[in-house]
């Protein structure tokens, strides 16, 4: 026996005549009491309409409702106040999402996943990666690289390490993946001190940059 219809059982033993189910052709479940009447479900009915009929009036306004959401993220993320100590402990680049204004968050998981739970989203670790990764790439450039995010530091030392193509660092740059050359060498120089180790580099990288890839 299914959980849905084990709970319907019990639903019914419990309450009997006086609930009533009605099965949505979508698979849901819809339950009403029986003293609900047909002048609160006519009331109910109106109400619902109107609140559409505002909404697709809101709605009709596309480029206004894009101009204010982007304003709304813009300042906050323009109002970001974080920068990574130099150089950077492992414990600095294991928290991507503590770079990114909670709007943000909350906008790119909605975008990602269509889901309004964001909790849901949370536990999807696709809508997670892709929210961490994008994220960090809007917040680099509005604020035009003041704030230094940990993908857009690791990213580049990972490739010169895989590849030793200072190329691919400057293309990565350019489409705002990670952080300019002249940066990176400065960066670079830091990390070659000691201070921020081969191990603890890697350790980081693997934080950030999730070793399945995919396609999709």
Not at 48 to 75: C, F, W
């Amino acid at each position: 026996m299914s959980t849905k219809k084990h709970i319907l059982r019990k639903l019914n033993a419990e309450f009997g005549d006086s609930l009533h189910v009605v099965h949505e052709t979508n698979g849901r479940v819809l339950l009403y009491p029986d003293n609900l009447t047909m002048d609160d479900l006519a009331v109910e009915n109106q109400s619902l309409k109107d609140e559409l009929h505002v909404l697709k009036q809101n709605t009709s306004n596309t480029d206004g409702l894009i101009a204010k959401v982007s304003t709304i993220l813009r300042n906050d993320i323009k109002g970001l106040d974080i920068q990574l100590p130099r150089p950077p402990l492992p414990a600095d680049l294991d928290e991507p999402s503590q770079y990114m204004p909670n709007s943000l968050t909350k906008f790119l998981k909605y975008l990602f996943s269509g889901d309004q739970d964001q909790s849901v989203a949370t536990t999807r670790p696709r809508v997670q990666r892709l929210t961490e990764s994008v994220g960090q790439d809007i917040v680099h450039t509005v604020t035009h690289a003041r704030v230094k995010t940990p993908k857009h530091i690791i990213l580049p030392f990972a490739v010169k390490s895989l590849t030793g193509c200072v190329e691919l660092i400057r293309i990565l740059n350019r489409f705002g993946h990670g952080l300019s050359y002249s940066v990176f060498i400065n960066w670079q120089g830091e990390r070659k001190t000691g201070l921020l180790s081969r191990n603890s580099f890697n350790s980081s990288f693997k934080q950030v940059v999730p070793g399945t890839t995919s396609t999709g």
